[in-house]
């Protein structure tokens, strides 16, 4: 079972197609998880604690916003942790205010500079193009399978 | 800054999203509430929160899955059933996120046909998807008609 990174990491299709094909999928849930149930300083909504920025520091410069690190704080091990990842571009559900646009800009970039495999995608727009959009992805974590 | 205290420790929470014409949001919460020992099951609009330990999520989902395989989606959340945080009894208006959910279910439709057309074929036959040549932009029709349809 490999672990796959899901790029939205919100995607609850994503999501559901890597648990349905046997693997595990690493998404924003799961490192917001961890932050709400580790104890330490109250910081509502998210539990991102000053902390998180300087931890981000890892995966970017100390001249890039806080929101981009603190954002990379939580998707940098992620991204280190991953065996493989999926990606759906010019995805609308991805869209948000700049400190989302550069983070997700600066992950895409992680993302396709690993050595690990990766799978390209868009939403489908129609049934034919939704089947295309299912059988690469079978495809791509059945072959996965055997590799790992 | 206070010292926080989480609750629910060890324990993982996941979102049933139902897209199906045969079941409905109540039909596998009850299908769910059977099966539940032990875990924490929360009906929404959509389908159903749960949570409790991993292995008896898993079970419940994996029970609840079979009314409608190609039709019940399942996808992790971060935050337990509920919490003042993210609930929007307590926040108002949709819950942060859902509007990704909402996005999603209206392209749920080909992937439950997908799913289902690729139970009697085999998905080396199909053709890979086409890779879009240029990033789409917003055009100047469609910004006025964002404009326009603001409210004052």
């Known amino acids: 079972m490999a672990k796959i990174f899901i790029y939205p ?3 609850l299709i994503l999501s559901d197609m890597v648990t349905r094909f046997g693997h595990t999928p690493l998404g924003s849930a799961i490192a917001i998880r961890e932050r709400v149930q580790t104890a330490g300083l109250e910081s509502a909504p998210l ?4 902390e998180d920025p300087k931890k981000g520091l890892r995966w970017a410069a100390v001249e890039v916003p806080s929101g981009v690190r603190g954002r990379m704080s939580l998707y940098g091990p992620m991204v280190e942790e991953c065996d493989a990842a999926i990606i759906i571009n010019n995805a609308d559900l991805a869209f948000g205010c700049m400190g989302c646009a550069r983070t997700n800009e600066l992950l895409k970039f992680l993302i396709r500079q690993k050595k690990m495999p990766k799978l ?3 939403y489908p727009k129609n049934e034919a193009e939704g089947t295309q959009f299912v059988a690469a992805i079978k495809r791509f974590l059945t072959d996965l399978g055997g590799k790992l | 800054m206070t010292d926080y205290s989480p609750a629910n420790v060890g324990t993982v929470t996941r979102y049933v999203v139902v897209e199906s014409f045969k079941v409905t949001p109540t039909d596998v919460a009850i299908r769910a509430y059977e099966v539940a020992k032990g875990v924490m099951i929360k009906e929404n609009c959509f389908g159903l929160g749960i ?3 991993e292995e008896d999520v898993n079970r ?5 899955r079979k009314m409608d395989p190609a039709y019940i989606f399942v996808k992790d959340r971060g935050f337990p059933p509920g919490d003042a945080r993210r609930c929007r009894a307590t926040l108002g208006g949709a819950r942060p996120g859902f509007h990704g959910i909402e996005f ?12 289902e057309e690729l139970d009697t074929r085999d998905a080396a036959t199909v053709p890979a998807p086409e890779a879009s040549q240029t990033a789409p932009r917003l055009d100047v029709y469609t910004l006025k008609k964002l404009i326009d349809a603001q409210e004052p």
């Open chain 2, 104 to 115: 999603e279910m209206t392209i749920l439709p080909y992937i439950s046909h997908a799913l």
């Open chain 2, 51 to 53: 949570m409790g330990k």
């Open chain 1, 9 to 11: 990491a919100t995607s």
């Open chain 1, 120 to 122: 390209e995608l868009e």
């Open chain 1, 47 to 50: 539990q991102i604690t000053p």
């Open chain 2, 60 to 64: 419940v989902i994996a029970e609840v």
